[in-house]
């Protein structure tokens, strides 16, 4: 039986795109789409009708041109003869290797730092807290700045190593020099080696493939060994000894291959006017590398402070219970509760660190800043065409490094069962 008031339904009306709940918004949300469209067109119009007013169009040709300048640390060869495209790729990959050393560096001197900052120690504990207040608190430009002076000013000049009584000397039996034109440590060289792959970008060396596979190959041995020794711990109560298997698979099979391949250290020799044979490390790579990680590893040291301190007291004290070291307890019961604090805001720590990398130019670093994005530009006069390559550059890196430490942050998280 229906109902008196019960009438025929009302059709669609233009009107409920406004008044109707399950249509505004939606409407809304179109509306806003249409007008940041408009606002888009209207900025690409107007960079376009300024082009043509200058005599310029929007292309990219230019990465095929000749770059004409020398960038000094290279990671892939590199000549003045190469395009500006090679020129940005060598800037790139000196972006993503200083990062890649400032967020290691940044992450074990933070994890160090954050541990000790809760020392029942009074001292150590306010040392730590100086560290953390006074490189926190002072921009990052301005330590990178103190680094540079300090290799440049401080350190003594390839001359100082001359002579039978040398002002300086070489270190760990004389094959690191620190000197105000660098850093030279010794070089690797193999007698027996597995040869060349040469590639468009890059030659790359067998025998270094073949370095990687056995370390990779070790830790996955490593990692079966352990889940051995938990299954036995879990099933008898009594954890096996596994150091010293984990050293003999870590270590034994790379140096038994470094060995089969006839490596040799070649250090710096002193010639005339400087170190020669070894690697030089610039000054800018090591002052840049120096203020990054000493900055961000303020940042890390609190985080990691505070994703410890979120965790229950109750949960050392059970160990201590069970007769754990405080080392051991700090090791496998409160730091691994604690990542799923710590890796989020670690993740922007790692983005920070990669985007401040860009203040390489204050020092002379050559990265993607300095190379596309200095000598390119201001060479071809195509300022929008590599600023917007760079922008696009920046945020791909920046969300690889989000996807990855979103795939680690999604393994360590509290799994509800």
């Known amino acids: 039986m229906s109902n008196a008031h019960d009438g025929p339904e009302r059709g669609f009306r233009l009107s409920d795109l406004i008044y109707d709940t399950r ?16 606002g888009v067109l209207w900025l690409v119009d107007n960079v376009i009708a300024n082009f043509a007013l200058l005599g310029k169009d929007f292309n990219f040709s230019f990465l095929g041109q000749r770059a004409g300048y020398d960038i000094a640390q290279t990671l892939i060869p590199y000549s003045n003869d190469d395009t500006h495209a090679r020129a940005a790729l060598v800037g790139l990959l000196n972006t993503l290797w200083v990062s ?38 002072v921009p990052v430009l301005l330590w990178i700045l103190v680094a540079v002076a300090v290799l440049t000013e401080l350190t003594p000049s ?37 040869g060349v792959i040469d590639t468009p970008l890059a030659p790359i060396s067998l025998n270094f493939l073949a370095f990687a596979a056995v370390v990779l190959l070790s830790l996955w041995a490593n990692r079966k060994l352990r889940a051995h020794a938990a299954r036995v711990q879990s099933a008898t109560g009594l954890r096996p000894a596994t150091w ?53 590893g303020a940042f890390i040291a609190e985080i990691v402070r505070a994703g410890i301190m979120s965790v229950s007291r109750g949960q050392s004290e059970a160990a201590f219970a069970l007769g754990l070291r405080p080392s051991r307890t700090m090791k496998l019961v409160i730091l691994p509760q604690a990542l799923r604090v710590i890796v989020p805001p670690l993740i922007s720590q790692y983005l920070n660190l990669t985007k401040n990398s860009s203040l390489a130019i204050a ?55």
């Open 23 to 38: 249509y505004r918004s939606l409407t809304i949300q179109i509306v806003t789409l249409i007008l940041v469209m408009l």
């Open 100 to 137: 890649f050393l400032g967020c290691v560096a940044a992450t074990i001197l933070g994890v160090v730092v954050g541990i000790l900052r809760l020392s029942k120690n009074w001292l150590i504990s306010r040392l730590m807290t100086i560290y953390v207040e006074a490189f926190r608190n």
């Open 158 to 194: 390839p001359a100082a190593y001359r002579g039978e009584h040398p002002a300086a000397s070489m270190l760990l039996f004389d094959t690191v020099a620190f000197t105000n034109r660098g850093t030279h440590i010794p070089g690797v060289e193999f007698s027996r080696g597995l």
């Open 244 to 296: 010293w298997k984990s050293a003999l698979i870590l270590f034994v099979p790379a140096i038994v291959l470094l060995a089969a391949l006839g490596m040799t250290l070649n250090p710096p020799v002193l010639e005339r006017f400087n170190f020669t044979g070894g690697v030089d490390v610039s000054n800018a790579l090591v002052a840049l590398w120096l203020g990054l990680t000493l900055y961000t």
């Open 363 to 417: 020092v002379g670093y050559m990265d993607l800043r300095g190379t596309l994005g200095g000598i390119t530009m201001n060479q071809t006069g195509r300022e929008i065409e590599a600023i917007l390559l760079m922008m696009l550059i920046y945020l791909a890196v920046s969300l690889a490094i989000s996807g990855v430490m979103n795939l680690y942050n999604r393994s360590v998280k509290l799994k509800e069962r």
